[in-house]
């Protein structure tokens, strides 16, 4: 499987992914990776629905994805795992499962003390707690909204906070 990014968005299936990612890594299919969706039926048939036709979509927990891609089940597809958060990527990083890279989009600032990145970006301790980690594993950390944007490394931000 070549995976062309790994991208958090916590809008999941939306305008910005479709129009934009799916095309620029001409993408055969999305892997959402979240251990709650896995089991909401509503919510899997709505982001299934959302999704282009001609890409599939996937939904599996951390632990599922990153064995499957340890045994290279989908070789010669151009896949974006897409998840609502880091927490899910850090489970797979200290599974064994190697990410070079994270790109960050919209992140919405779910409670009170979410600290403003820039834009929609908002991060929780959480989210920090699992960047630094992931930073500790030697991922590289970018926001990057769309395509055409340029990408911020926010390696030093998360470094520094």
Same mark, same amino acid.
């Given at each position: 499987?070549?995976? !062309?990014?790994?991208?958090?968005?916590?809008? =999941?299936?939306?305008? /910005?992914?479709? @129009?934009?990612?799916?095309?620029?890594? &001409?993408?055969? /299919?999305?892997?959402?990776?979240?251990?709650?969706?896995?089991?909401?039926?509503?919510?899997?048939?709505?982001?299934?629905?959302? !999704?282009?036709?001609?890409?599939?979509?996937?939904?599996?927990?951390?632990?599922?994805?990153?064995?499957? =891609?340890?045994?290279?089940?989908?070789?010669?597809?151009?896949?974006?795992?897409? !998840?609502?958060?880091?927490?899910?990527?850090?489970?797979?990083?200290?599974? @064994?499962? #190697?990410?070079?890279?994270?790109?960050?989009? $919209?992140?919405?600032?779910? *409670?009170?003390?979410?600290?403003?990145?820039?834009?929609?970006?908002?991060?929780?301790? *959480?989210?920090? #707690?699992?960047?630094?980690?992931?930073?500790?594993?030697?991922?590289?950390?970018?926001? /990057?909204?769309?395509? &055409?944007? /340029?990408?911020? $490394? =926010? &390696?030093?931000?998360?470094?520094?906070?």
């Amino acid at each position: 499987m070549s995976i !062309c990014d790994v991208r958090i968005d916590d809008r =999941l299936i939306h305008g /910005q992914v479709c @129009g934009y990612w799916i095309p620029r890594f &001409s993408l055969d /299919q999305i892997v959402i990776v979240d251990d709650a969706i896995v089991h909401d039926e509503m919510r899997k048939t709505a982001l299934k629905f959302g !999704c282009p036709a001609k890409t599939k979509l996937s939904i599996h927990s951390a632990l599922k994805t990153s064995d499957l =891609l340890k045994r290279h089940l989908d070789d010669g597809k151009n896949v974006m795992l897409l !998840c609502s958060h880091p927490r899910p990527i850090l489970t797979m990083v200290e599974d @064994g499962y #190697e990410i070079k890279q994270v790109t960050i989009g $919209n992140m919405s600032p779910h *409670d009170g003390d979410a600290l403003h990145i820039k834009g929609t970006t908002y991060v929780t301790k *959480d989210d920090i #707690e699992c960047f630094k980690k992931l930073l500790s594993h030697g991922v590289n950390v970018i926001l /990057q909204m769309t395509p &055409s944007d /340029q990408p911020e $490394n =926010l &390696s030093d931000f998360f470094s520094r906070i």
